[in-house]
């Protein structure tokens, strides 16, 4: 279920790693209505709902050569699944979580987030105009949500930062692409958003 945003989001619920073990084209459909959660050192507690994701299988997919050239990035997405990865792009961290089992280079992408708690502590890092831009992408979701590299590597049920289920949202509502902003591998309809959700980033499918 999807919790309103007057309550807290409990950890208790939150997913674990073996719920990342597997196919993460399968884990990139299903995190759409999720819900990321930061509890902050001082104990506040942001919440964001999960409107896009992408997915990457390296076994089958041509866009990971890339990793060989990132540093750390092939030991990283070869880790325990349910692991938080950050991988730069343009200098920017973006927010995966590593899937499949131990030894086997996948992950998937949160791309954009709608805001559901913490907004103020969100625009302390994000100070911007219109609301949809608070979450609207991923590197934008890593700031306004307070993600440093102190959760690289930490299992994504942490106390600090994990995913609740959310409420499961209808093959109808859901709207699949190519990633965005590949050459290799850009054919994949591995893109996953609700369609019609503002909160969707803006970004052009490869293909």
Request: glycine share 10%; net charge neutral.
């Amino acid at each position: 279920m999807l919790f309103p945003p007057s309550v807290a989001y409990p950890r208790e619920q939150a997913l674990g790693p073996d719920f990342f073990a597997g196919d993460p084209v399968l884990v990139a459909r299903a995190l759409l209505g999720a819900v990321l959660v930061r509890v902050l050192p001082d104990g506040v507690t942001l919440a964001a709902r999960i409107v896009e994701t992408e997915a990457y299988d390296c076994p089958r997919d041509p866009s990971c050569h890339v990793i060989a050239r990132l540093p750390g990035a092939a030991v990283m997405m070869a880790g325990p699944p349910g692991r938080v990865y950050f991988h730069l792009a343009y200098d920017q961290p973006l927010l995966n979580v590593i899937c499949r089992p131990e030894g086997v280079q996948a992950s998937i992408l949160v791309r954009a987030a709608e805001p559901l708690l913490g907004e103020d502590r969100m625009r302390e890092r994000r100070a911007v105009k219109r609301r949809v831009d608070l979450t609207n992408g991923p590197a934008k979701l890593v700031q306004a949500l307070h993600l440093g590299p102190e959760l690289r590597g930490e299992p994504i049920n942490g106390p600090a930062f994990y995913l609740v289920p959310g409420a499961e949202v209808p093959e109808e509502e859901v709207t699949i692409t190519a990633r965005v902003g590949l050459r290799r591998g850009a054919e994949l309809p591995w893109r996953f958003l609700i369609g019609g959700n503002p909160w969707v980033s803006p970004g052009k499918p490869s293909a």
